[in-house]
């Protein structure tokens, strides 16, 4: 086992995993940005090193100043939590190539997941359901001819990348010259790639993930699914775990699906398969993410297997002490994503000093955070400030549970959207299970 690990990452996913590797006896080290000196992380962690400026690209995404410090401090593994470096298969590689070991999958694995239009083929031989569509487009003319054959409506994505940048939806042939355009040049700006494909939108669906944790023995597991339909512009609010209105069949076959597609790409560590869910109960991959989801906790909550601490033993060796029939998933959680954002002007950001702060509690009430009363919030990094999760028995107790909590919650000094996330859990299509990825939108 590994004797001390550095968290390439800040906030409170670099809180979960110091939490972690201290329950294993595991020294930490913590990186951090100048912007981020006064961060709870910093102070938690055995040792921590400024790795920057401010902004990302001089910090958090600048892989030799992160590695300067792993070399430093004798870290034997680098944890990249979400975003960040965590999907990055040139840092991936950097590490092997410094003895440096990185807690997840292979750079080959990475770099081939990242690539939608690879992994797309990928899942196909596998026998995994994919949306129909087509590999890359060369130029404006071929969009046209495969957009014939594909249909409309249809999405224009980029091959790199995430967060719903690098996406067009084009609803008729009159707009796919000017959104192909936009696709392309969106993507290159935000992930210095251009290249994209095309595939059939379908509507109304959910979003609907499966965690995979696998070991370098063979060894593959599906922990279960995520609900993650309840979004805006691409992004999630709101997660709960498991989906209601899957059959158990259902279930079972993506189960299945899930495996394959590990066993397919030979994967090592904590991964999670999203795939779209239609109203005839069929599903399709979408994407593979290479990393530790933001809503790992709900997955935890309703299996109670520690998703941080199995990432640490697989990258240490370790195999899995746990085969697929004995995963049980019981109960039902939820987690809000608690942004500090205001949903009643237009999602606007919003940042300053946290004057007071009080955090609800009581039986299976979570609350993932690393902001504290006296906290400043910066304006230079994402808007989610905590992850409030609750757990019961069913989803009715759960939602009331998770309402009880968002009152309860009391963040002074910055909008945060957890007045929002409560009316959002009163909508009929969520009380009933049947919202799907654009409700959200509908309502708003």
């Given at each position: 086992?590994?004797r001390?690990?550095?968290?390439?990452?800040?906030g409170?996913?670099?809180?979960?995993?110091?939490?972690?590797?201290?329950?294993?006896?595991?020294?930490?080290?913590?990186?951090?940005s100048?912007?981020?000196?006064?961060?709870?992380?910093?102070?938690?962690a055995?040792?921590?090193y400024?790795?920057?400026?401010?902004?990302?690209?001089?910090?958090?995404?600048?892989?030799?100043?992160?590695?300067?410090?792993a070399?430093?401090?004798?870290?034997?593994?680098?944890?990249?939590?979400?975003?960040?470096?965590?999907?990055?298969?040139?840092?991936?590689?950097?590490?092997?190539?410094?003895?440096?070991?990185?807690?997840?999958?292979?750079?080959?694995?990475?770099?081939?997941?990242?690539?939608?239009?690879?992994?797309?083929?990928?899942?196909?031989?596998?026998?995994?359901?994919?949306?129909?569509?087509?590999?890359?487009?060369?130029?404006?003319a071929?969009?046209?001819?495969?957009?014939?054959k594909i249909?409309?409506?249809?999405?224009?994505?980029?091959?790199?990348?995430?967060?719903?940048?690098?996406?067009r939806?084009?609803?008729?042939?009159?707009?796919?010259?000017?959104?192909?355009?936009?696709?392309?040049?969106?993507?290159?700006?935000?992930?210095?790639?251009?290249?994209?494909?095309?595939?059939?939108?379908?509507?109304?669906?959910?979003?609907?993930?499966?965690?995979?944790l696998?070991?370098?023995?063979?060894?593959?597991?599906?922990?279960?699914?995520?609900?993650c339909?309840?979004?805006?512009?691409?992004?999630?609010?709101?997660?709960?775990?498991?989906?209601?209105?899957?059959?158990?069949?259902?279930?079972?076959?993506?189960?299945?699906?899930?495996?394959?597609?590990?066993?397919?790409?030979?994967?090592?560590?904590?991964?999670?398969?999203?795939?779209?869910?239609?109203?005839?109960?069929?599903?399709?991959?979408?994407?593979?993410?290479t990393?530790?989801?933001?809503?790992?906790?709900?997955?935890?909550?309703?299996?109670?297997?520690?998703?941080?601490?199995?990432q640490?033993?697989?990258?240490?060796?370790?195999?899995?002490?746990?085969k697929?029939?004995?995963?049980?998933?019981?109960g039902?959680?939820?987690?809000?994503?608690?942004?500090?954002?205001?949903?009643?002007?237009?999602?606007?950001?919003?940042?300053?000093?946290?004057?007071?702060?009080?955090?609800?509690?009581?039986?299976?009430?979570?609350?993932?955070?690393?902001?504290?009363?006296?906290?400043?919030?910066?304006?230079?990094?994402?808007?989610?400030?905590?992850?409030?999760?609750?757990?019961?028995?069913?989803?009715?107790?759960?939602?009331r549970?998770?309402?009880?909590a968002l009152?309860?919650?009391?963040?002074?000094?910055?909008?945060?959207?957890?007045?929002?996330?409560?009316e959002?859990?009163?909508?009929?299509?969520?009380v009933?299970g049947?919202?799907?990825?654009?409700?959200?939108?509908?309502?708003?």
């Amino acid at each position: 086992m590994f004797r001390k690990i550095l968290i390439a990452n800040r906030g409170e996913i670099a809180i979960r995993v110091i939490r972690a590797c201290r329950e294993m006896g595991i020294s930490t080290v913590a990186v951090f940005s100048e912007a981020d000196r006064e961060s709870l992380h910093v102070s938690l962690a055995d040792e921590s090193y400024c790795i920057g400026t401010a902004l990302s690209k001089d910090s958090y995404l600048n892989m030799q100043a992160v590695l300067a410090a792993a070399l430093a401090s004798k870290a034997e593994a680098i944890h990249p939590g979400y975003g960040f470096l965590s999907e990055n298969a040139e840092f991936a590689k950097l590490c092997k190539e410094y003895n440096i070991v990185f807690i997840g999958p292979d750079a080959h694995v990475i770099s081939s997941m990242g690539n939608k239009d690879r992994a797309r083929s990928t899942m196909l031989e596998a026998g995994v359901p994919v949306i129909p569509g087509c590999e890359l487009v060369k130029d404006a003319a071929h969009a046209q001819e495969e957009a014939q054959k594909i249909g409309f409506p249809l999405l224009i994505k980029a091959r790199s990348g995430g967060g719903g940048r690098g996406i067009r939806l084009v609803n008729s042939v009159e707009e796919l010259e000017q959104s192909y355009h936009a696709a392309t040049s969106e993507a290159l700006a935000a992930f210095g790639d251009g290249e994209v494909y095309m595939e059939k939108y379908l509507k109304p669906v959910k979003h609907i993930e499966m965690q995979l944790l696998a070991d370098s023995h063979g060894n593959v597991i599906c922990l279960g699914e995520r609900d993650c339909s309840t979004q805006r512009k691409n992004q999630k609010l709101i997660e709960e775990s498991p989906a209601v209105i899957m059959s158990a069949q259902t279930r079972q076959r993506m189960i299945e699906a899930t495996i394959k597609a590990g066993v397919a790409v030979n994967y090592t560590g904590a991964g999670t398969i999203e795939y779209l869910y239609d109203k005839d109960g069929n599903f399709y991959f979408m994407e593979m993410n290479t990393r530790l989801q933001v809503e790992h906790p709900v997955t935890e909550m309703v299996t109670l297997i520690d998703l941080v601490k199995w990432q640490v033993r697989i990258a240490a060796g370790l195999k899995l002490d746990v085969k697929q029939e004995d995963i049980e998933c019981n109960g039902h959680a939820i987690e809000c994503r608690i942004n500090a954002e205001d949903a009643y002007q237009n999602f606007r950001p919003s940042c300053g000093h946290i004057n007071m702060l009080h955090v609800p509690n009581g039986p299976w009430v979570r609350f993932d955070s690393a902001i504290y009363q006296g906290y400043t919030i910066p304006p230079y990094y994402d808007s989610m400030i905590g992850k409030l999760i609750v757990y019961a028995k069913t989803r009715d107790e759960a939602i009331r549970k998770m309402k009880a909590a968002l009152c309860e919650l009391i963040i002074e000094g910055v909008v945060h959207t957890a007045s929002f996330q409560a009316e959002i859990l009163s909508m009929q299509e969520f009380v009933d299970g049947t919202y799907t990825t654009d409700y959200l939108e509908a309502y708003l």
